[in-house]
């Protein structure tokens, strides 16, 4: 994870005021929808901003026991929790992050938190609801983190394609656009509408206009 240093004079102002729209029931809700969305052994974290971060940074699932070739070994599989989290969106076969590889290297990691915001605004999610990479991997708003999360819950309860997992009263559904469909018909009654806008001709006649060039005589 990287190094911050202390902030000072305006950016600490700034900080501070970021850290106070980060919601503590809201990480709570990300976390239980998640767990469920991921499926597997996936531990929850301790409550907590800094927590939540390094959650999502490593994604750690419980100690698992596998055997092969009579040998028991036991090992801890460590994941990129926001991979599998937009993976599990996708039908089997078309998921968009191919392979999570299995490291600590911070350009990897760095890697994979843009491959999962590539694919979040490939389902969706607006440009301006995206985080950026600094701000889950330096801490710099977890806030933003959490509104892209949101958003990416919200459009998988709307889209209602069997991917979701979860209680679906943890998002709120997306106002869907509704289309008017007009026939040819009507289309061409409407071009010979005078819109409002453009002013009304009820009652609109010559009188009282004077022929260019004439004068007007005034009583």
């Avoid at 939540?52 to 028991?72: E, P, Y």
């Avoid at 991917?163 to 943890?170: A, E, L, P, T």
């Avoid at 009654?189 to 007007?216: E, F, K, P």
Wanted: net charge neutral.
């Amino acid at each position: 994870m990287a190094n911050r240093g202390p902030s000072y004079g305006l950016s600490r102002e700034v900080q501070e005021k970021i850290e106070q729209k980060y919601d503590p029931d809201l990480e709570q809700r990300l976390v239980d929808w998640i767990v469920s969305q991921c499926g597997g052994n996936l531990e929850k974290p301790q409550p907590g901003k800094e927590n939540f971060q390094k959650w999502l940074m490593d994604g750690t699932v419980s100690t698992l026991a596998i055997s092969h070739s009579r040998q028991h070994t036991v090992f801890e599989l460590l994941f990129q929790i926001l991979c599998r989290l937009i993976n599990s969106l996708f039908p089997r076969g078309k998921e968009p992050i191919k392979k999570i590889p299995e490291t600590q290297m911070a350009f990897k990691q760095m890697e994979k938190i843009s491959q999962f915001l590539q694919a979040a605004e490939a389902y969706g999610v607006t440009t301006t609801d995206i985080f950026q990479t600094v701000d889950l991997w330096e801490g710099k708003d977890m806030a933003a983190v959490q509104r892209t999360l949101m958003a990416l819950g919200s459009l998988a309860v709307t889209k209602d394609d069997g991917h979701y997992k979860g209680d679906r009263d943890w998002f709120h559904r997306k106002a869907q656009g509704y289309r008017r469909e007009f026939t040819e018909e009507q289309l061409r009654q409407g071009q010979s509408l005078i819109g409002l806008q453009m002013g009304s001709n009820r009652g609109a006649s010559q009188s009282g206009m004077t022929g260019y060039g004439m004068h007007r005589q005034i009583m």
